[in-house]
């Protein structure tokens, strides 16, 4: 199985404030034949099931603010989300579907300064 | 838009089944673009990919739960099912049934059920 793991484990950032957090795989999910990483990123808020992100690594949902983005390749990934809005309060889970089983990376919870 | 709906018992005797359907509504289980699949989060834990079926009846299933697991789709009522055999306490979770997008990540979610072990 690929092993997903995130840091920071908590994250505390002040409004307004970039958000930083990190993705690695254990082997590769980056697919040759087509250059795509296969990486997504989800949003979990209280009492709500994950909301996706990012797909393909960078690739924003649709209705998702732009103040976030993915980036990375390979093995290692970034969340960011430019400007920390109150709504962005959330626990925040990265996930591999390069191969199955799907795994997902502990999370990391996002929580203002 | 599309919603997903789980339903069951929420409290399972330990060794029984754990049985649980999800509804699909504004989408179709038919469709040549989608899996459909069941996450689990134990309280306080992460997820766990269950497994995912197409319409066809094509399955994947996480080696973790060993034979334990079974999904199922019904088209013509538009909805798929999960089987969990012989549970313990350990499958204590919200169980959440899923939509893949244009590939196994997860475009929608159903809310999610707390399905408890317990005797």
């Known amino acids: 199985d690929i092993v997903m793991t995130q840091s920071p484990d908590s994250l505390p950032v002040s409004l307004g404030e970039r958000a930083t957090i990190n993705c690695k795989s254990s082997?590769?999910?980056?697919?040759?034949?087509?250059?795509?990483?296969?990486l997504a990123w989800y949003q979990q808020k209280p009492g709500q099931p994950p909301k996706l992100l990012i797909y393909?690594?960078?690739t924003r949902e649709s209705g998702v603010p732009d103040r976030f983005s993915g980036s990375g390749s390979g093995t290692d990934f970034t969340l960011t989300i430019s400007s920390l809005q109150a709504e962005d309060v959330a626990v925040y889970y990265c996930?591999?579907?390069?191969?199955?089983?799907?795994?997902f990376g502990p999370g990391t919870r996002l929580e203002i300064k | 838009q599309m919603q997903l709906q789980e339903s069951g018992p929420g409290l399972v005797k330990p060794s029984e089944t754990l049985s649980l359907t999800c509804t699909v509504s504004?989408?179709?289980?038919?469709?040549?673009?989608?899996?459909w699949g069941w996450i689990r989060q134990p309280p306080g834990k992460g997820l766990e990919w269950l497994g995912s079926?197409?319409?066809?009846?094509?399955?994947f299933h996480n080696p973790s739960l060993k034979s334990r697991v079974t999904i199922s789709v019904d088209t013509s009522k538009n909805q798929f099912s999960l089987k969990v055999r012989s549970v313990t306490a350990a499958d204590t979770a919200v169980y959440s049934c899923?939509?893949?997008?244009?590939?196994?990540?997860?475009?929608?979610w159903g809310q999610g059920t707390l399905v408890t072990v317990s005797s």
């Open positions: 504004g989408a179709s289980v038919s469709s040549n673009d989608h899996y």
């Open positions: 079926i197409f319409h066809s009846g094509t399955t």
């Open positions: 996930q591999q579907y390069y191969v199955t089983p799907i795994t």
């Open positions: 393909w690594a960078s």
């Open positions: 082997q590769s999910v980056l697919y040759n034949s087509n250059n795509k990483n296969y």
């Open positions: 899923v939509r893949h997008g244009g590939s196994y990540f997860i475009d929608n």
